[in-house]
């Protein structure tokens, strides 16, 4: 795959602010148009006491829930982990092993925050920017807003709201679990970014494809941590 390059990575705090607001500015946030059925999930696994990142994708054919090419790097980290600012840190790293993948996915779901973030610039933004492809932040914790819990139904959906407007979503993909949060990216809107999510559930709560990249990126780690 073919990646943009829109700006270095070694900056400080103040220019990854600068940076997330110029290219905030780039998003779009419109239907999905057609309904993929390759979609790629992206992950990363990391130690506290380990300086290395492993970055992990999987690509997956949807609805039949088959994984159709996995691709993994270890690489140092670039920037300190710092809420607000994981795209710095995770994205360089994410989009190597994107350039390995031999299949171009229609969309992507990361394990993160889209536009549900302080600046409007989450991880699943800045991967969507630099790789051109619908991409949909599914978080497991909120960043940012506001919202009433969905009811405990499969698929039960609420609002995400943050400074009066609509940013995402709280979404319970199974009966008595948690919700996620879902957030678009890039290149999608909040109603095809849920829609996409619901597509790749299947038995659990993460949407398969982010939970396929989780289960390889944690087993890479723990191989070269031997």
Not at 74 to 84: I, R, S, T, W
């Amino acid at each position: 795959m073919k990646i943009r390059k829109l700006h270095r990575w070694d900056v400080s705090y103040e220019e990854a602010v600068r940076i997330q607001k110029k290219l905030r500015s780039s998003l779009v946030f419109s239907p999905l148009g057609k309904k993929v059925s390759l979609v790629a999930g992206a992950d990363i696994s990391f130690s506290r006491k380990d300086p290395r990142l492993f970055a992990g994708v999987v690509v997956m054919k949807i609805p039949e829930m088959e994984i159709v090419e996995q691709e993994w790097v270890v690489a140092e980290a670039l920037f300190p982990y710092v809420p607000g600012f994981l795209a710095f840190r995770e994205v360089p790293p994410l989009c190597e092993v994107f350039r390995k993948l031999k299949t171009k996915p229609g969309a992507v779901i990361c394990d993160g925050q889209g536009f549900a973030h302080p600046r409007g610039m989450g991880l699943a933004c800045h991967l969507g920017l630099f790789l051109d492809l619908p991409t949909v932040g599914c978080a497991k914790s909120r960043l940012v807003g506001e919202f009433s819990p969905p009811v405990n139904e499969r698929f039960a959906q609420s609002p995400l709201e943050y400074h009066g407007e609509t940013v995402g979503a709280v979404l319970r993909t199974r009966e008595n679990v948690k919700p996620v949060y879902v957030s678009p990216g890039h290149k999608i809107d909040i109603e095809g970014s849920v829609e996409l999510v619901n597509r790749c559930v299947s038995r659990y709560r993460l949407p398969e494809p982010t939970r396929q990249a989780h289960r390889l990126v944690n087993r890479v780690r723990k191989e070269q941590s031997v």
